[in-house]
Nanobody, 122 residues
């Protein structure tokens, strides 16, 4: 099991940027696939982005493609989500997730962080 702790959320104006971080602990970071999800009250948690354990490949939801970038630093056991050109619709609680395969991270990760609030004002 991987323990995940997010940070970096906050309030930003539309068009601005934020970078979320997720620190992982509990097992070796190598071989762990990481992802980000987000959730607004009354809606299901939705996939945002995922990255392979090597960091060589990434997947993005259509709604964030071209604006968000996921990356990871295996030396620091940390995954990042750089969010640019933020819109009010990006307002949500953002969750870090991890699992042993890219398919699992995207469709049903076994490890979750506690979430960090991102609020984009218009």
């Amino acid at each position: 099991q991987v323990q995940l702790v997010e940070s970096g959320g906050g309030l930003v104006q539309a068009g601005g940027s934020l970078r979320l971080s997720c620190a992982a602990s509990g097992r070796t970071f190598s071989g762990v696939y990481m992802g980000w999800f987000r959730q607004v009250p009354g809606k299901e948690r939705e996939f945002v982005a995922a990255i392979t354990w090597s960091g060589g490949n990434a997947l993005y939801a259509d709604s964030v493609k071209g604006r968000f970038t996921i990356s990871k630093n295996n030396n620091k056991n940390t995954v990042y989500l750089q969010m640019n050109s933020l819109k009010p619709d990006d307002t949500a609680v953002y969750y870090c997730a991890a699992d042993k395969s890219l398919h699992s991270v995207v469709n049903g990760p076994s490890s979750w962080g506690q979430g960090t609030q991102v609020t984009v004002s218009s």
